[in-house]
């Protein structure tokens, strides 16, 4: 007999950042993001992508970009370049190849 290995879809994105959010991520404006998937296939929403940013990529400083399970005010939060409000929010599903952005509009002074 073989082994079962139980192959773990993955759904790729394209995550950027704006405004001084890329220095919480190791000075990078852009990411490939590949978030895993549940074996039954679940739809990955806007707030597991953020589960998941936390856990393996942000590098300092997360209470700048996260409060609780969603994105702190002050940052605007785009889905193809739309207002991730307009899109359903943190309970958006993520589609195979969309752009989510992230851009802080708070500024020391």
Excluded at 5 to 23: H, N, Q, S
Excluded at 34 to 62: C, G, Q
Aim: charged letters at 25%; a negative charge; one cysteine or more.
């Amino acid at each position: 007999c073989f082994p079962v290995f139980e192959v773990m879809a993955v759904l790729d994105i394209k995550v950027e950042f704006g405004g001084g959010l890329e220095l919480l991520f190791d000075n990078q404006k852009t990411l490939s993001v590949s978030i895993p998937r549940a074996s039954d296939d679940t739809a990955v929403t806007i707030k597991d992508v953020l589960v998941h940013l936390k856990d393996h990529h942000v590098r300092e400083r997360p209470e700048m970009f996260l409060q609780g399970d969603t994105v702190r005010p002050g940052v605007l939060t785009l889905v193809n370049d739309t207002d991730w409000e307009l899109c359903g929010g943190a309970e958006y599903e993520v589609q195979p190849g969309d752009n989510l952005t992230f851009i802080s509009t708070l500024h020391g002074g």
